[in-house]
Each structure stands twice: as structure tokens, then as C-alpha cells.
């Protein structure tokens, strides 16, 4: 009779082992996922965000000497990321354009950089009008003299233009009824349209054409 007591204490202390030994290992498990895959190091993600996505600031956990007086160990230092305003590009002034073009002639159509006639010309594929003059009409000309006038200021232009960089300054208003481009053209600070003005191949303009034939 003892020995069936001591066969039974003993099948249940057993029993007690096998489930302090099955709670200790979840108990331990869970630590060890707790703790990114080992007690004592870091979290398997620490450096990243939600979906591995890198934080605006990281915490520099590198030991650091302790504070001998009071035994504690100084709080760690977090590194920020730069701010937006650090990391900002600085501005870049702007350059003038048409240096490294080379204008032609286009006087119908249209085209890239070319000249259509001495108020008219097309840069990059955009048309633009010469908005401080008004040069004799090309296409067509009303009379012997404006198509005479109107074929030097085509050329006088297009010399301009292939002179050197220019300008565009844009006028009082954005495009005119035709859908040009309104700017004042300009090198150094001088208007190639006052060139042409001074040289008798354009009229300052004065708000509408004015005839070439009277």
C-alpha cells in the first residue's frame, strides 16, 4: 500500500515538472521575441520604421562612460536627421539664355530657334514677339518700302540673336492675340529692340501698328 502512495507522489510531482518546465520555455520564448532575438540586445528593427522605412532620428546607444559620483549611466544622445532648411539647395541665379543657339530663318511655320521677321522670332520651340517694337510686316508687305525695310530688319534680328546671350524680361501683359509669347529681349542690359529702333528698322511701341507706306 506505501509503495502504490509513493508510485502516485511521484507520477505527480513529475507531472508538476513537466508543466513548470513547459511554462518556463513559452515564458522564455516569449522574451527572446520580446527582445529582437537575444536578452540584453536590440530590437532586430531598431534604425527603421513601419515597413523597414528609415526614422527621422536614430539614438546613438554606444556605451558611454558613467558618472563616476552617482553611479548612473548619462541618458543616450539622439542624432536628428537635417532639417528641412539645412538640406534645402541653395537658390541658383538665373542665366541668360540663347548663348549656345544658333538662330535660322522661318518665315512661315513654324520651327525651334529661328527668326520670322524683325519683331518675330521663335527660342526652343516657343514663339516670341518683341514687345517694346513694332518692324515692318514680311508676310505680307503692303508696299515696296516696308518690304524692303521689313527684309533688313528680319536680317538686323537675326544677327542680334546669334551675337551673343539674351535676355527675356517678361512685358505688361503674357501673350498677345496671336498667342506670342510678349517679352522684352535684351543684352547687357540694352534692348535689341531699341537697336533696331535706332537704326530706323522698328517703331518704339505705341499700343498698334502704324503703316510703313505713308
Not at 536590440?42 to 546607444?61: H, K, L, R, Y
Not at 537635417?82 to 518665315?107: D, N, Y
Not at 501683359?173 to 537697336?195: A, F, H, N, P, W
Given at each position: 500500500?506505501?509503495?502504490?502512495?509513493?508510485?502516485?507522489?511521484?507520477?505527480?510531482a513529475?507531472?508538476?515538472?513537466l508543466?513548470?518546465?513547459t511554462?518556463?520555455?513559452v515564458?522564455?520564448?516569449?522574451?527572446?521575441?520580446?527582445?529582437?532575438?537575444?536578452?540584453g540586445?536590440?530590437?532586430?528593427d531598431?534604425?527603421?520604421?513601419a515597413?523597414?522605412?528609415?526614422?527621422?532620428?536614430?539614438v546613438?546607444?554606444?556605451?558611454?562612460?558613467?558618472?563616476?559620483g552617482?553611479?548612473h549611466?548619462?541618458?543616450?544622445k539622439?542624432?536628428?536627421?537635417?532639417?528641412a532648411?539645412?538640406?534645402r539647395?541653395?537658390?541658383?541665379?538665373?542665366?541668360?539664355v540663347?548663348?549656345?543657339?544658333?538662330?535660322?530663318?522661318?518665315?512661315?511655320?513654324?520651327?525651334?530657334?529661328?527668326?520670322?521677321?524683325?519683331?518675330?522670332?521663335?527660342?526652343?520651340g516657343?514663339?516670341?514677339?518683341?514687345a517694346?517694337?513694332?518692324?515692318?510686316?514680311?508676310?505680307?508687305?503692303?508696299?515696296?518700302r516696308?518690304?524692303?525695310?521689313?527684309?533688313?530688319?528680319?536680317?538686323?534680328l537675326?544677327?542680334?540673336?546669334?551675337?551673343?546671350?539674351?535676355?527675356l524680361?517678361?512685358?505688361d501683359?503674357?501673350?498677345d492675340?496671336?498667342?506670342?509669347?510678349?517679352?522684352?529681349?535684351?543684352?547687357?542690359?540694352?534692348?535689341?529692340?531699341s537697336?533696331?529702333?535706332?537704326?530706323?528698322?522698328?517703331?518704339?511701341?505705341?499700343?498698334?501698328?502704324?503703316?510703313?507706306?505713308?
Amino acid at each position: 500500500m506505501a509503495r502504490r502512495r509513493r508510485t502516485r507522489a511521484r507520477r505527480r510531482a513529475g507531472v508538476r515538472d513537466l508543466l513548470m518546465m513547459t511554462v518556463g520555455g513559452v515564458l522564455l520564448g516569449l522574451g527572446y521575441v520580446h527582445f529582437g532575438g537575444g536578452f540584453g540586445g536590440q530590437p532586430a528593427d531598431s534604425g527603421a520604421g513601419a515597413g523597414g522605412a528609415p526614422v527621422a532620428a536614430v539614438v546613438d546607444v554606444a556605451p558611454a562612460p558613467t558618472d563616476r559620483g552617482s553611479g548612473h549611466m548619462p541618458a543616450p544622445k539622439a542624432v536628428a536627421s537635417p532639417s528641412a532648411s539645412t538640406a534645402r539647395a541653395k537658390p541658383v541665379a538665373a542665366r541668360p539664355v540663347g548663348g549656345a543657339r544658333r538662330f535660322g530663318f522661318c518665315h512661315t511655320g513654324g520651327g525651334v530657334n529661328c527668326v520670322v521677321d524683325g519683331d518675330t522670332f521663335w527660342m526652343d520651340g516657343e514663339k516670341i514677339r518683341v514687345a517694346d517694337i513694332d518692324a515692318p510686316e514680311t508676310h505680307p508687305s503692303r508696299c515696296p518700302r516696308e518690304a524692303e525695310l521689313g527684309a533688313r530688319a528680319t536680317r538686323r534680328l537675326h544677327a542680334l540673336l546669334n551675337a551673343g546671350p539674351v535676355s527675356l524680361d517678361a512685358a505688361d501683359r503674357e501673350t498677345d492675340r496671336y498667342g506670342r509669347k510678349l517679352r522684352i529681349v535684351s543684352r547687357d542690359g540694352e534692348s535689341l529692340g531699341s537697336v533696331l529702333v535706332a537704326e530706323g528698322l522698328a517703331r518704339e511701341w505705341e499700343g498698334a501698328r502704324r503703316s510703313w507706306c505713308g
